[in-house]
């Protein structure tokens, strides 16, 4: 078992910032994909940030290009997500996500363990 724990939402003013962290702990390696999703009320889990290869060669949601960057270190089995210019629509509760391979998914599916979620709220 896999246990995943974020933190670091919280209330925000438009175009400003939040770093998530989320902490794996149990049967878990430093090789394992870690990632990140997000899900607003009343749509569907989606695809944030996640890295293609073991913490290397990042790739993001088209809706976080540019604004969000997802960074790891692997000797605290911990995964970040720095997030700036954020924006209403940036609303969610925010999943990290962890599967037992190496290669990144922007597939929920593909997850084997997943967080209990943190709620990050942008205010216009």
């Known amino acids: 078992q896999v246990q995943l724990v974020e933190s670091g939402g919280g209330l925000v003013q438009a175009g400003g910032s939040l770093r998530l962290s989320c902490a794996a702990s149990?049967?878990?390696?430093?090789?394992?994909?870690m990632s990140w999703f997000r899900q607003a009320p009343g749509k569907e889990r989606e695809f944030v940030a996640a890295?293609?290869?073991?913490?290397?060669?990042?790739y993001y949601g088209e809706p976080v290009k540019g604004r969000f960057t997802i960074s790891r270190d692997n000797a605290k089995n911990t995964v970040y997500l720095q997030m700036n210019s954020l924006k209403p629509e940036d609303t969610a509760v925010y999943y990290c996500?962890?599967?037992?391979?190496?290669?990144?998914?922007?597939?929920?599916?593909?997850?084997?363990?997943w967080g209990q979620g943190t709620q990050v709220t942008v205010s216009s």
């Open positions: 996500a962890t599967r037992s391979a190496a290669y990144g998914s922007s597939r929920p599916s593909d997850y084997d363990y």
């Open positions: 890295f293609r290869w073991s913490g290397s060669n990042p």
């Open positions: 149990g049967r878990t390696s430093s090789t394992y994909a």
